[in-house]
């Protein structure tokens, strides 16, 4: 029997200890404390070569949580990814390959122990068994990391003992068996992390690329969490939205607690990178919420996709930072001076005259968010009806001096349906011309309009139903009916159109063929619902993400 102690104070313990003993070894059985991949750089050459490794080790996560598979993800890797991930993963690539390739090799040789084992796991020991069958026992203060075993100031007791290794045995195997696989997240975070590079905006193709390539390191997604579903459905839309039409105009109108500061926040993040990634003069980025909401939207941007914004206080004139700092000099004028690239303004400020007003006015936006977009609404009674409110009349001028606009609520229709048409008509402005056609298009009367999208009154006269294709003439993939989408490719092949013009000209301008294939499509009914009511011909301006039928009145 040989006993041997050790002090990193007099010597290496790596050199003196680990490799001595891992070399040609035939298992390793390790309560490790804390793991992390930078053990690899200490014992990658003799770990790998061992045939039998298994490593259990603690993490904060409450047994619970271990029986839900998606927490237990989260909180693991959140734990993992709790250093700056950008150098971390630069500077140490190599050993999370190493990493990588080992567990490709040995399976779920890690373990994670919850803390109703036996408590948080904080003792350390193992067993090593050598070629020749004999095995050494070893208790230390050291962690499984390279500073465990290259750095701090640590100690270790060596016992070859029968009797002292089956008892350190009987330890491991009590904690391998209460233990849980490392999770399939973490590991594909490892092998991510091994093969990261950085990429430029000009390198990514694909414009579908590019939330998924700016939310991969971010705060949410280094937690664990991710967008759910719908989120993902409306970044998408508002990407396809980009590409049909140069910018993007669309009403989220998801119901509460689903998410849509997120959405809506991601959505933003797109289209700032997109303005990016094609060189576009950089403008400001503008969002209007309650008072109530405006620290959430700030703390949300910042927690979730690590976005530093800045929000203006009104009482003091001055903008502030998330930690309530104040980063801008004093003054109403200073309004339109934001010195982040993305403002929170409270629509209470909106709703009164003010210099504020004045000066937001004056700027012209990359995009605007309106965030409870219900309370900008036409005045209803007295004889004000369709008079907008002083909040619906800002809304409109400064989406006129926009390239994108965003609303949310999850109440766009309040006490009639006219509702909608408040906020349609913000989304129209400036740019957003496709949105409801010219001047003089049916689609600015929800009185005309609504009997049609209800099926209450069906259109079959053909110069008619003309009136309401013909502004805004939808795009050839605004629909995914494959008879309706050869139509509006007809029209435009006779009228000699381009995907940019939304607006044709007469219905005799059509060959014939094209105008009897228009009344075939009047005349058929799907699921009993008219062409009007399936195809809504202008473009998908109203997004309630947790549907899947498209149509700007769904």
């Not at 567990?103 to 068994?129: M, S, W, Y």
């Not at 619906?392 to 509702?419: K, N, W, Y």
Request: charged fraction near 25%; glycine fraction near 6%; proline fraction near 4%.
């Amino acid at each position: 029997m040989t006993l041997r102690r050790f002090s990193s104070r007099t010597h290496r313990l790596d050199q003196s200890f680990l490799a001595e003993q891992l070399k040609g070894a035939k298992s390793y059985r390790r309560i490790a404390g804390y793991f992390t991949s930078s053990l690899f750089e200490v014992a990658h050459e003799w770990l790998e070569q061992i045939p039998d490794v298994k490593i259990v080790c603690n993490v904060d996560i409450h047994p619970d949580d271990l029986k839900v598979a998606q927490c237990r993800e989260a909180k693991m890797l959140g734990r993992w990814n709790a250093n700056t991930i950008e150098a971390e993963a630069l500077l140490n690539r190599d050993r999370y390959r190493r990493l990588d390739e080992f567990l490709k090799i040995h399976g779920q040789a890690i373990r994670v122990a919850p803390d109703n084992a036996c408590g948080f796991v904080h003792g350390k020991a193992g067993v090593i068994e050598r070629a020749d069958g004999r095995k050494i026992g070893f208790i230390g203060s050291m962690n499984e990391t390279r500073n465990g075993w290259q750095q701090h100031y640590e100690i270790l007791w060596e016992d070859d003992d029968p009797e002292s290794v089956a008892w350190i045995e009987a330890e491991f195997d009590f904690l391998w068996k209460a233990a849980k696989p490392l999770p399939e997240a973490v590991c594909k975070e490892i092998r991510r992390r091994s093969r990261r590079h950085e990429i430029g905006l000009d390198e990514i193709v694909d414009d579908d690329s590019i939330a998924p390539a700016a939310l991969i390191e971010s705060p949410l997604y280094r937690e664990g969490f991710s967008l759910q579903p719908w989120q993902q459905s409306f970044v998408t839309e508002c990407l396809k939205h980009y590409r049909d039409y140069g910018m993007v105009r669309l009403l989220l109108a998801d119901e509460v607690g689903l998410g849509k500061t997120l959405s809506l926040a991601t959505a933003a993040l797109a289209l700032c990178l997109l303005a990016e990634k094609e060189k576009r003069r950089r403008k400001p980025v503008i969002i209007f919420a309650p008072a109530t909401l405006c620290e959430q939207w700030q703390t949300e941007l910042l927690d979730k996709l690590g976005i530093p914004t800045a929000r203006w206080q009104s009482s003091k004139k001055v903008w502030l930072d998330v930690n309530e700092r104040v980063i801008s000099p004093l003054g109403a004028e200073n309004i339109a001076a934001c010195p982040l690239r993305i403002g929170i303004v409270s629509t209470g400020l909106m709703m009164r005259d003010s210099l504020e007003k004045q000066h937001l006015l004056g700027l012209n936006y990359g995009l605007v968010i309106l965030d409870e977009a219900h309370k900008a609404r036409s005045k209803q009674g007295f004889g004000q009806d369709d008079e907008p409110n002083e909040l619906l009349a800002f809304v409109m001028a400064i989406a006129a001096r926009s390239d994108h606009v965003l609303l949310g609520t999850a109440t766009p229709i309040q006490t009639r349906c006219e509702d909608l048409w408040d906020l349609v008509r913000v989304l129209h402005q400036g740019k957003g011309q496709f949105v409801l056609g010219n001047d003089y298009a049916r689609w600015h009367k929800p009185d005309e309009v609504l009997p049609i999208l209800s099926g209450q009154q069906e259109v079959t006269d053909l110069a008619t139903a003309w009136e309401l294709v013909r502004s805004p003439l939808p795009l050839v993939n605004s629909t995914a009916d494959n008879s309706v989408r050869q139509l509006y490719s007809a029209i435009r092949q006779d009228l000699g159109l381009s995907a940019s013009q939304f607006e044709a000209g007469k219905l005799t301008d059509l060959d014939i063929g094209t105008r009897q294939d228009f009344e075939m499509a009047l005349d058929r009914r799907v699921a009993n619902a008219t062409f009007f009511q399936r195809e809504n011909p202008p473009p998908c301006d109203i997004t309630k993400t947790h549907h899947t039928r498209r149509g700007r009145f769904a």
